[in-house]
Structures are given as structure tokens and as C-alpha cells.
């Protein structure tokens, strides 16, 4: 649809990048606010509020008669993504005992993959025979919707029982925000959360220029098929990190080929892109379902603590991601398409070994270490 909008609104590639950073940026800014707001209302509360913010933003920005108000009103989106994400992820995480999270987890990600390749499709044909605005506001439409049914379907929840003061709050987030392993997971995989976010984001527009031949819905098909491989990677990757004696192994041993491989993106034909997208896909659901796990056994992060230490991560790795993004775009202005994708691999990989600094965690479900006989 990134095409559509450029054309509608007359937009350059740069412009288009603010207009995908300001969405970033509001799911930034307002990460650490909704955990906070778990803590002191819970996670429940805090998920019906921001699909109703984003629905809203959503439904709006159908109506921006230009890019400048198109960004800002993205940038209430984000903050409605944001007060969503690590709360419901703390939320579904919470439902489950340790050991048997992992999947869950996975498979939380794998819906929301499965939400953007419906998005991808559904927003690429509605926007060809309606135009890009309907396809927003569809999108708002259908998130009011799900305000809606979340708020019969979720079951109510106690607000928690610490927290209640400014005072009590931040002691209560002490423990999280202080907590030096979380920041260097939330660095370390900055890079690759970028990478995963660009092809996804930019891939339709470098083809619309580079490989004009190819239609709009055939370019849409390679993201979209690697967030529907996505989906499969969730769910394993979770399972995998749960069964693993350390978790920092999977986030290496998938995470570094998938962000690599971008950089063979503009040397190849549409064939031979489609095992790339398949591989990058798999990589990526198996990566964020590892990473999203690992706070979850952490001994300082407990209850309404999690949605916190999520906020964090998102937090740190979206700003990266939006100066990433917006940088992408500079790039390819400057240098064109080839070392725009370069960029992006190489900056998938940089921050990895920032893993090292990660205590060292293994999965509730992993087999105990047996002591060696002398």
C-alpha cells in the first residue's frame, strides 16, 4: 500500500520514511508508559484502552488530506500499538506456568504476523479499487471491533495489589529498569528488529521502482509470504527456546542468517527471492518468540513486572528501529536501492554481540544439566 500512499500524496521516499517512523516513534514514546499502566491498573485494562486508541488513529488517518497529518495521526497509532503490545503479550504470558509459555508466546507473535499478512493483501487490493484511504479505514474499523469483543471474551482481572502510589510504582518498576541484562537484550537485538521491519515495509516500494513489471500484489506476495512463514516460526521457535539449556544460542543461531541474507535482496530475480523471504520469515518468528521469552525468567521480573520489562525491550529496539528506518531511506536517496539493502543486512548483525552482557537463560522445559562423575 506504501506505493499507493506515495502516489496519493505526491511523497518522496524519504517523506514516506517519516511517515512509517512517526508510527514507530509514537510506539516508542508511549512503550514504558504502558507498563507502567499495567502495573498500576493491569494488563486488561490497559489492552481495551489502546485498541480503542488505535482504531480511532487508524480510522482517522483514512481522512489526512496530506503526508504531514498522515504522520501525526500514524503517531497516535503507534501509541495505541504500544499500550498494546507488552501488555498483552505480559497478559497472555501470564495465563501460562513455566515451561509451557514458550509456545504461547510464539504463537502470540504468530498472530500478530498473521495480522499483517491479511493487512498486506487485504490493503493492497482494497487500496487498488478503492484507493489507500478505505484501506485505513478498514483497518480503524475493524480494531474498534476488536475493542469490543476483547472486552466480553478477555476474562476480568484484579487490579494489582502493588503500585498504587507514584511512590510505590516506581519501586515496584525499579527492579526492571535497573536490570542490565534486559537492556543488553533489548540492544542486542536492535539491529535485527530493524532489518525484519524494513524488508517488510520497503520491499513492495523497491520493486514498484526497480522491477516495474512485477504487479502490485505479486511484489506484496514475498512479505507476505514471509510473515505467513512467520507464523510457523513462532510457535517453534518458542517451543525450541523452552527445551534449549540457553536460550542467547537460538537468537545466534537464527537470528544472524536471517538479517544476512537481505543483502543478496537486490541481486536476485523474483524466483529466487521467494526461499529468501521463506528463510527470513522462519528466522524472524523464531527470533522474537526467543526474545520475548527470556524476560520471563529472569528472577527480578514477576507478575505485572513482565508487561514492564517487554515495554522496555520494545522500546529500546523501536526508537533504533525508527532512526534505522528513516536512515534506510537516506540511504537510498543518496546511493539508491542496492546499498540501501547492504545497510540493512549489515545493520541486522552489528548489535549481536551485545548478547554476551545477557545472563545466561534456559528454558523451564530444558532437560537438567547432570553433574559429571570424577
Do not use: K
Not at 515451561?99 to 491479511?118: D, K
Not at 493487512?119 to 478505505?134: D, E, K, M, Q, S
Not at 520491499?203 to 512463514?229: C, K, N, Q, R, Y
Request: include cysteine.
Amino acid at each position: 500500500m506504501l506505493p499507493l500512499i506515495r502516489d496519493g500524496l505526491h511523497v518522496t521516499t524519504v517523506e514516506l520514511g517519516v511517515v512509517l517512523g512517526s508510527f514507530l516513534l509514537g510506539a516508542a514514546v508511549f512503550q514504558l508508559p504502558a507498563g507502567l499502566a499495567s502495573l498500576r491498573w493491569g494488563s486488561r485494562r490497559v489492552c481495551l484502552l489502546a485498541l480503542a486508541v488505535m482504531g480511532a488513529f487508524s480510522l482517522a488517518s483514512a481522512f489526512s488530506p496530506n503526508w504531514y497529518v498522515l504522520a501525526a495521526l500514524r503517531f497516535g497509532a503507534g501509541a495505541g500499538a504500544a499500550l498494546f503490545f507488552a501488555p498483552a503479550l505480559g497478559l497472555v504470558a501470564s495465563y501460562y506456568p513455566a515451561g509451557s509459555r514458550g509456545p504461547i508466546i510464539g504463537l502470540y507473535n504468530a498472530g500478530f504476523s498473521f495480522g499483517a499478512a491479511v493487512g498486506i493483501i487485504a490493503g493492497a487490493f482494497v487500496g487498488v479499487l478503492f484507493g489507500w484511504p478505505a484501506a485505513l479505514a478498514v483497518g480503524g474499523v475493524g480494531l474498534l471491533l476488536g475493542a469490543a469483543v476483547a472486552s466480553w471474551v478477555l476474562p476480568a482481572s484484579p487490579p494489582p495489589a502493588r503500585g498504587r502510589t507514584v511512590r510505590e510504582l516506581w519501586a515496584t518498576a525499579q527492579p526492571v529498569l535497573r536490570s542490565s541484562s534486559i537492556w543488553a537484550l533489548s540492544l542486542a537485538l536492535t539491529g535485527a528488529w530493524a532489518a525484519f521491519y524494513i524488508v517488510a515495509q520497503y520491499f513492495v516500494d523497491f520493486s514498484s521502482e526497480v522491477h516495474p513489471g512485477w504487479s502490485l500484489p505479486l511484489a506484496a506476495s514475498l512479505p507476505t509470504a514471509m510473515i505467513l512463514v512467520e507464523i510457523l516460526g513462532g510457535p517453534v521457535g518458542g517451543l525450541l527456546s523452552e527445551r534449549v539449556r540457553e536460550i542467547r544460542h537460538v537468537l545466534w543461531i537464527f537470528g544472524v542468517p536471517a538479517t544476512l541474507i537481505l543483502l543478496l535482496i537486490p541481486f536476485l530475480s523474483l524466483a529466487a527471492l521467494v526461499p529468501l523471504f521463506v528463510v527470513l520469515g522462519f528466522g524472524a518468528g523464531v527470533v522474537f518468540a526467543a526474545l520475548y521469552l527470556v524476560p520471563s525468567y529472569h528472577p527480578e521480573i514477576e507478575g505485572e513486572g513482565l508487561s514492564l520489562a517487554l515495554a522496555l525491550v520494545n522500546c529500546v529496539q523501536i526508537f533504533g528501529g525508527s532512526a534505522l528506518s528513516i536512515a534506510f531511506g537516506l540511504v537510498e536517496v543518496a546511493w539508491g536501492w542496492t546499498a540501501a539493502w547492504i545497510f540493512a543486512g549489515l545493520v541486522g548483525v552489528v548489535t549481536f554481540p551485545l548478547l554476551v552482557w545477557v545472563r545466561p537463560t534456559r528454558g523451564a522445559g530444558a532437560s537438567p544439566v547432570r553433574p559429571t562423575t570424577p
